[in-house]
T-cell receptor
Framework: QQQVKQSPQSLIVQKGGISIINCAYE??????FPWYQQFPGKGPALLIA?????SEKKEGRFTISFNKSAKQFSLHIMDSQPGDSATYFC????????????FGKGTSLLVTP | DGGITQSPKYLFRKEGQNVTLSCEQN?????MYWYRQDPGQGLRLIYY???????QKGDIAEGYSVSREKKESFPLTVTSAQKNPTAFYLC?????????????FGPGTRLLVL
């Protein structure tokens, strides 16, 4: 049973555009929401993360928006670049399971020149 | 260099055979995790360990076993009971399970069935 639902499955954005990926969760015990970036054949790498006590976190071109009441969070990539083309995973975790991550199914992002 | 190493990069398993995937970290992290990645499925948790000599089952532990005899090592054995083992296996570690922390992933092992 997928505890974190992610959409869209794939996304094509022009260079300079905004990429938006959405995630939803059901378990209100989750208290840590990271986003990971993965290139083909490599392990995922942390991009940005948020706790539920804030509604937005920005790091460079990457922003997480968090809506606790709706149990939704999203990743916005501003000024998308071809080098951002990768698979992005949202995840959620809590202390009940040692902060092991529950991942969404991923979004394959392609940024065209 | 600090980080997580996984070996081998590719592993071939014959039917009925047990195989062991290695995961080593020199980050002095307490917590270690094993995930399985299938195309279009995201990553799913197999086992995790918060401390030496202790580990917990994840969502898809059937057909797998682990040990945690040393802080830096968390090997995963894929047993013959795992009927569909073909996947990309990822090991991760984090400072501890007291609070959320960045999970650092290794480069992965791709397991293929002959």
């Amino acid at each position: 049973q997928q505890q974190v639902k992610q959409s869209p499955q794939s996304l094509i954005v022009q260079k300079g555009g905004i990429s938006i990926i959405n995630c939803a969760y059901e378990n209100t015990a989750f208290d840590y929401f990271p986003w990971y970036q993965q290139f083909p054949g490599k392990g995922p790498a942390l991009l940005i993360a948020i706790r539920p006590d804030v509604s937005e976190k920005k790091e460079g071109r990457f922003t997480i928006s968090f809506n606790k009441s709706a149990k939704q969070f999203s990743l916005h990539i501003m000024d998308s670049q071809p080098g951002d083309s990768a698979t992005y995973f949202c995840a959620a975790s809590n202390s009940n399971s040692g902060y092991a991550l529950n991942f969404g199914k991923g979004t394959s992002l392609l940024v065209t020149p | 260099d600090g980080g997580i190493t996984q070996s081998p990069k590719y592993l071939f398993r014959k039917e009925g055979q047990n195989v062991t995937l290695s995961c080593e970290q020199n980050l002095n992290h307490d917590a270690m995790y094993w995930y399985r990645q299938d195309p279009g499925q995201g990553l799913r948790l197999i086992y995790y360990s918060q401390i030496v000599n202790d580990f917990q089952k994840g969502d898809i532990a059937e057909g797998y076993s682990v040990s945690r005899e040393k802080k830096e090592s968390f090997p995963l054995t894929v047993t013959s009971a795992q009927k569909n083992p073909t996947a990309f296996y990822l090991c991760a570690s984090s400072m501890g399970a007291v609070g959320p922390g960045t999970q650092y992933f290794g480069p992965g092992t791709r397991l293929l069935v002959l």
